[in-house]
C-alpha cells in the first residue's frame, strides 16, 4: 500500500464559533487538532459569508461547532446550513476547564473546534426553517399574553382589597369574569379621591385582561392551524390538545431526524429512567433534566388519560395491584406517552417537511 503524506491529502477543517450578540470568534483546527487560526467575524449576514470563505481558506470544511444554535448563534448555524455545511450544537466548555485555562472568546471557540473533533459533542441543532419554528416563536408570544393577563387578574383582585367600602360592595359574590365585565364599563372621571382612582385603576386592568384574552385566542387559533398543518395525527392522541402538541413539537424542531430514537426524545422530556447502579445494588432513578415543559405536558397528558382513558386506568389498577405507588406508576405512563407522541411526529414530519403554510384567517 503506498504511502501518503499529509501534503498529498486535502486537509479536513473543524471550526468552532463563540457566539455573540454583535460578533461570533470562530477558530479553525486540523485533523490533529492543531490550531489553524483564529478570527472575529460581525454577527451578520456579510459576516457569515466572510466567515465561512476564511474557514475554506484552510481546506475542505468538515464538521462546524456553533455555541448558542437555539439563540445569537440561530443565524450563523442556518448559514452554515443552507451552505452544505455539517453544523453540531456545542454546550459551553466545562467548568473544570475554565477555572484551569482561563476564559476568553478564542479559547472558547477553540475548545468548541476540540469538542466536535473529539466526538465530545454530536448534537445536530434544530432547522428552524419550517412550521414548527413558527410555532415556536407564537408560544413565545402566548407565554408572555398568559403571564400577563394572570397579573392584571392579581392586581385587579389587589385593589378591590383596598378599595373603598362603597365601591367593595358592588363587588361581593361576582365571578371574575363578572368582575372585570362591571370594571371595564367604569366611565372615565377625576381621579383626585381614592374612589375615582381606583375605578380608573379597574377599568384600565379589566381592558386589558380582556384584550389579552382576545390576543390568547388569536394565537390558540393559528397554533392549532400550524400544529394541524405540521402533525395532525398528533391531536388525534388521546389527552393530546394543542398546548401539548405544540410544547412537544417545538421540542423536537422541524428535523426529528436530529434525534437518533424515541429514547432520545424521552431524555429530552426528562421521562426517561436514570442507572443510579452501583455494586450489587441495581437500581434506576428519576431524571429530572431535560425541557420542563415538555415533561409538564407529558404529566398533564398522563393525568387526562387517568381520568378519561379506560386503558390507562386499567394498566394503573393493575400496578397498584403489583405494589407499585401511584407516583411511580405515572412515571411508567409518561415513558410509554413519550414513545407514542415521539412516533407520531417522526411520522407526521418526515411525511411534509417542506409544504407551504396557509395564512390563518
Known sequence: MAVTTMTDT?????????????FHVVAAVDELGRELGVEQFPATGPGYRALLRWLQAFGTIDTVGVEGTGAWGAGLARHLAGAGVRVIEVHRPNRQDRRRYGKSDPTDARSAALAVLAGRETASPKTGDGAVESIRLLRVARRSAMKARTQAANQLYAVLDTAPEP????FRGLSLPQKMKLSAGFHRG??????GAAKLTLRTLARRWRDLGDEIVMLDAHLRQLVTRAAPGLLELPSVGTQHASTLLALVG????????????????????L????????????????DRDANSALHMIVVSRLRWDRPTQTYMARRLAEGRTRKEIIRCLKRYVAREIYKAI????????ARPLARAA
Not at 346 to 353: F, G, K, R, Y
Open 275 to 290: 442507572d443510579a447502579s452501583s455494586g450489587k445494588q441495581q437500581r434506576h432513578r428519576l431524571n429530572r433534566g431535560g
Open 254 to 273: 422541524d428535523n426529528p431526524d436530529r434525534l437518533t430514537n424515541e429514547r432520545s426524545f424521552a431524555a429530552l422530556c426528562g421521562a426517561s429512567p
Open 10 to 22: 486535502t486537509r479536513l477543517v473543524t471550526g468552532g464559533v463563540d457566539t455573540h450578540k454583535d
Open 346 to 353: 417522526a411520522a407526521e414530519l418526515a411525511l411534509q417537511p
Open 167 to 170: 365601591l367593595r360592595a358592588r
Open 190 to 195: 377625576p381621579v383626585d379621591t381614592p374612589a
